[in-house]
Nanobody, 123 residues
Framework: QLQLVESGGALVQPGGSLRLSCAANGRTFEGYAVGWFRQPPGKGREFVAGHRWSYDSTDYEDSVKGRFTLSRDNAENTVYLQMDLLKPEDTAVYYC????????????????WGQGTQVTVSS
């Protein structure tokens, strides 16, 4: 069983940066695809970024390309989402997720989820 714990959410001004962390308990991320989704107020959960184990490329939703970066620290068994040039429309609860094998943009494809961390972008 993979248990995911997110941290790093905060209130930040437009144009600012945040780094979200997702730590795995119970087992390592080796072999797992990892992803980040978000749920804006009053809306459904939406794909942000996903990465398949040992692949070079990461899949990003168009609105975050060039601003967000997903990375892994295998030694620390942690996944990060670096968010730069934040906009008010990035306000959401952000969720870390994992599944064995391929990444996916579909919420239903993912197996393990963290509890979520709130990101608010406002002046």
């Amino acid at each position: 069983q993979l248990q995911l714990v997110e941290s790093g959410g905060a209130l930040v001004q437009p144009g600012g940066s945040l780094r979200l962390s997702c730590a795995a308990n119970g087992r390592t991320f080796e072999g797992y695809a990892v992803g980040w989704f978000r749920q804006p107020p009053g809306k459904g959960r939406e794909f942000v970024a996903g990465h398949r184990w040992s692949y070079d490329s990461t899949d990003y939703e168009d609105s975050v390309k060039g601003r967000f970066t997903l990375s892994r620290d295998n030694a620390e068994n942690t996944v990060y989402l670096q968010m730069d040039l934040l906009k008010p429309e990035d306000t959401a609860v952000y969720y870390c997720t994992a599944r064995w094998g391929e990444t996916s943009r579909s919420t239903s494809a993912w197996t393990y989820w963290g509890q979520g961390t709130q990101v608010t972008v406002s002046s």
